[in-house]
């Protein structure tokens, strides 16, 4: 895990959380992708096509996009000249970087696990001799699998504080489960807490290897966070790079999802605003051609009975853009007191 420090900030290459002088800085995710970018490569001219490429995948990229990516990071210490531009060349990073080495747990000593083994199995050797050999176990699962279960139930009945308390134990027993990062994410979402769920969802993204469909729902997080940021623009762009990784999967009832979020989107929209970053699109148009599509994929790929269990997930959402409150979470899972 990198740690950078320039100035009094401390950057994780990991989670892209920020802070300075220990407090938690706000930031965009777009604004930390391209920080990790001129941080991994100080003091060097980078050019607008390269911060491009980074950033959004594509060189066809409207410039205003990268120029407020820029400004926002020249806010961070508008006191200092932390980012150097260079007429029709590019920009420079002129802050002194440190990379820090993460502190390493102290390893315990083999005898020492060996012998708290020894004891685990003995306390739990003498539980199962006192109990009653007819009584049934409670779970065959291990505990990193249950508390995790534990979690969705607390999810489902909106108890948000241990829903995050059994995610927390969860990840602690199995760091790299992705589903109890996305899970917790979305209940960092629910509280409000968007700089956590971002650092989350961005952290799922950058792990390797990932599935397209981690991704994803990665993906589907960072839209519906920025719609929480009344972010119109990043929230269309985020559910499009969505539904284009589902595209070559059969996951048709998550795509049905992805392409309500995209409709919605759409449809809330301002009416002068474009929807995509260079030319104006019908809107009704887009939604018709959205809806149309995936439902010809549905009825060709998918049985009759998951069809019907997709349906069953798959309720009419809506956002209100003035007072975004979330109606559709992870897919098909839905807190019961945030349904339409």
């Known amino acids: 895990m990198a740690i950078y420090q320039f100035l009094d900030f401390t950057f994780c290459a990991t989670t892209f959380a920020l802070t300075q002088s220990g407090k938690d800085k706000p930031i965009r995710p777009k604004t930390a992708q391209a920080l990790l970018f001129?941080?991994?490569q100080p003091e060097q001219l980078i050019s607008k096509h390269a911060?491009?490429?980074?950033?959004?995948?594509s060189e066809d990229v409207q410039d205003y996009r990268?120029?407020?990516v820029i400004s926002e990071l020249r806010k961070l210490a508008p006191e200092q000249q932390l980012i150097r531009t260079q007429p029709n060349q590019g920009y420079i990073w002129q802050a002194t970087v440190t990379q820090v080495t993460p502190v390493q747990r102290t390893q315990l000593p083999w005898r020492a696990i060996a012998a708290g083994l020894t004891l685990m199995i003995s306390t739990i050797t003498s539980a199962m001799w006192v109990s009653h050999s007819d009584t049934p176990p409670t779970t065959n699962l291990l505990p990193a699998m249950s508390s995790y279960s534990n979690a969705l139930i607390a999810f489902r009945k909106s108890d948000l504080e241990n829903a995050e308390k059994w995610l927390n134990f969860s990840l602690q027993e199995n760091p790299h489960s992705i589903e109890a990062q996305l899970l917790l994410a979305e209940v960092k979402l629910h509280k409000k807490e968007l700089t956590q769920a971002n650092q989350l969802a961005f952290k799922i993204i950058n792990q390797t290897p990932?599935?397209?469909y981690y991704r994803t729902q990665a993906l589907d997080l960072l839209s519906r966070i920025s719609?929480?940021?009344s972010?119109?623009?990043d929230a269309l762009n985020y559910a499009i790079e969505s539904k284009a990784l589902l595209n070559s999967s059969l996951a048709v009832c998550s795509s049905e999802v992805v392409n309500q979020r995209i409709a919605t989107i759409i449809t809330n929209k301002p009416a002068t605003a474009s929807t995509t970053q260079h030319n104006p699109v019908n809107r009704e148009s887009l939604i018709?051609?959205?809806?149309t599509n995936n439902k010809q994929q549905a009825n060709t790929e998918q049985s009759a009975e998951h069809l019907a269990l997709c349906h069953q997930l798959n309720q009419p959402t809506s956002f209100n853009f003035t007072n975004s409150t979330l109606h559709s979470d992870i897919f098909g899972l839905r807190p019961r007191t945030m349904r339409t």
């Open 231 to 233: 972010e119109i623009n």
């Open 288 to 291: 018709v051609t959205i809806v």
């Open 38 to 40: 001129f941080l991994t």
């Open 51 to 57: 911060l491009f490429k980074a950033l959004w995948q």
């Open 227 to 229: 719609l929480e940021n």
């Open 210 to 212: 990932t599935s397209d």
């Open 66 to 68: 990268l120029f407020q």
